[in-house]
């Protein structure tokens, strides 16, 4: 699979291979980190989450990896499909903040056929 | 389950006019946000709810109010529409305050303001 940060808007991938979709934060004092998946038309949908007493969390295909000493948060998708081809953006909640999440600005995940 | 439903989900109107956008959800959740978002910006935090009658500021709300009467719906006012405020706003919710839950959000309100 291909990495590639945050900062750069588009990642194409063959199907069937893995994805690797990173992130950065810049708060050490953020407490949970979120990934969602938007599709075209559509609101952002929950895919996963991980708390920061952890360092890894796996759901149905989608791994997240936090590292909290370089505060890097990763997903990894295995065996993607068209299905998955969606923008795809981080948010972490800082602690004390009352609820309030602060989103990436996106990565655009296209998978080829 | 509907979950949150927004409406409309498109609205083309002019400047200097009132445009409410409206959010209704089914989960009772506690806390209810507004968004907008824009090519370059990702999700900015417009206004947001813990509870009915306590509404909060965001990082962008001038030009907006808002209002929760109701658990269940948090209607969002542009009361005089600029085109600056041309952008697609989604409403969501959380469960528990002050809890790490993820916001479950809608499909978005696509705004035009000629």
């Known amino acids: 699979g291909e990495s590639v940060g945050l900062h750069l808007p588009t990642l194409s991938v063959q199907e069937g291979d893995n994805s690797i979709i990173n992130c950065a934060y810049s708060?050490?004092?953020?407490?949970?980190f979120i990934w969602y998946k938007q599709e075209s038309g559509k609101g952002p949908q929950f895919i996963i989450d991980i708390r920061s007493n952890m360092d890894k969390r796996q759901g149905q295909r989608v791994t997240v990896l936090l590292n909290k000493t370089v505060k890097h948060l990763s997903l990894q998708i295995a065996a993607t499909q068209p299905g998955d081809s969606a923008v795809y953006f981080c948010?972490?909640?800082?602690?004390?903040?009352?609820?309030?999440?602060?989103f990436g600005k996106g990565i655009t995940l296209s998978v080829r056929p | 389950d509907a979950g949150i439903t927004q409406s409309p989900r498109y609205k083309i109107t002019e400047t200097g006019r009132q445009v409410t956008l409206m959010c209704h959800q089914t989960w009772s959740h506690s806390y209810m946000f507004w968004y907008r978002q824009d090519l370059g910006h990702g999700l900015r935090l417009i206004y947001y709810?813990?509870?009915?009658?306590?509404?909060d500021k965001g990082e962008v709300p001038d030009g907006y109010v808002v209002s929760r009467s109701k658990t269940e719906n948090f209607p969002l006012t542009l009361e005089s529409a600029t085109r600056s405020q041309t952008s697609v706003y989604f409403c969501?919710?959380?469960?528990?305050?002050?809890?790490?839950?993820?916001?479950?959000f809608g499909d978005g309100t696509r705004l035009s303001i000629l």
């Open positions: 969501a919710t959380q469960g528990r305050p002050n809890s790490n839950q993820p916001q479950h």
């Open positions: 948010a972490e909640k800082r602690t004390g903040a009352n609820s309030k999440l602060t």
């Open positions: 709810s813990a509870a009915a009658d306590i509404t």
């Open positions: 708060n050490s004092a953020s407490d949970y």
